[in-house]
């Protein structure tokens, strides 16, 4: 935590960032990540192929914007009917083939995380994921590459605070608790990221539950 650390609302939209931030051992209450310029530039550019402003603005603003994808309804329906899943994905999803089989592989990669995260006991049903989907895989990785571009300069810290700002309402659409957020980046990392999700739990029982955690007891 750095000693300087924000409060409020400022608070309230950073933490949006606290997934990513305490599985980087960065801190959870300053805009500053408290992170080496040298392990922030790896990150960004390795992970992320952001290498200026330019690029950057790109992929945080497809971030913020990823969980309007009207198609990912279709895909989620489909996972309730599986015996009619195939014309259900036919009859609204996208012609083109290779559309379509984007989203037929996050069909499948639902249909196998789901069962994951019932069996470790992050969610006990399907349905609790129908509102929250995976936003705060999205928006928590959007909220923490916000910070990593500012420090790198290829933001403003009022650009930062106003994307930070966007990313907690958006978040807000999909989520009604932090514990919801934390239950959606853990299942957005799963989608995307197979099994062994024992260490992300981890963060989010602690983030949750410990009694230095700004997330502890806070609304969202």
Not at 142 to 149: E, G, K, N, Q, V
Request: proline share 1%; aromatic share 12%; net charge negative.
């Amino acid at each position: 935590m750095n000693k300087n650390g924000l409060n409020g609302y400022d608070l309230d939209c950073l933490l949006v960032s606290s997934m990513y931030a305490e599985q980087q051992s960065a801190y959870l209450n300053s805009y500053e990540t408290g992170l080496s310029l040298s392990t922030i530039k790896k990150l960004v550019e390795e992970y992320w192929d952001v290498y200026d402003r330019d690029d950057a603005l790109k992929i945080l603003i497809d971030l913020l914007h990823r969980n309007e994808d009207e198609y990912v309804d279709f895909v989620y329906q489909a996972l309730e009917d599986e015996s009619n899943y195939e014309a259900l994905l036919k009859a609204n999803l996208p012609t083109d083939e290779g559309a379509f089989e984007y989203y037929l592989d996050l069909y499948r990669n639902l249909g196998n995380a789901i069962p994951e995260l019932i069996e470790a006991n992050v969610i006990s049903h399907f349905s609790e994921l129908k509102k929250i989907k995976d936003s705060g895989w999205n928006l928590g990785r959007a909220a923490f590459l916000a910070r990593c571009c500012f420090e790198l300069g290829h933001l403003s810290e009022e650009e930062l605070k106003d994307y930070l700002g966007k990313t907690h309402t958006a978040l807000k659409k999909y989520c009604g608790t932090w514990r919801e957020y934390t239950i959606s980046y853990i299942f957005g990392r799963s989608i995307w990221g197979g099994a062994n999700n024992a260490g992300m739990i981890s963060i989010a029982d602690t983030l949750l539950n410990n009694d230095k955690s700004p997330l502890k007891n806070k609304a969202l």
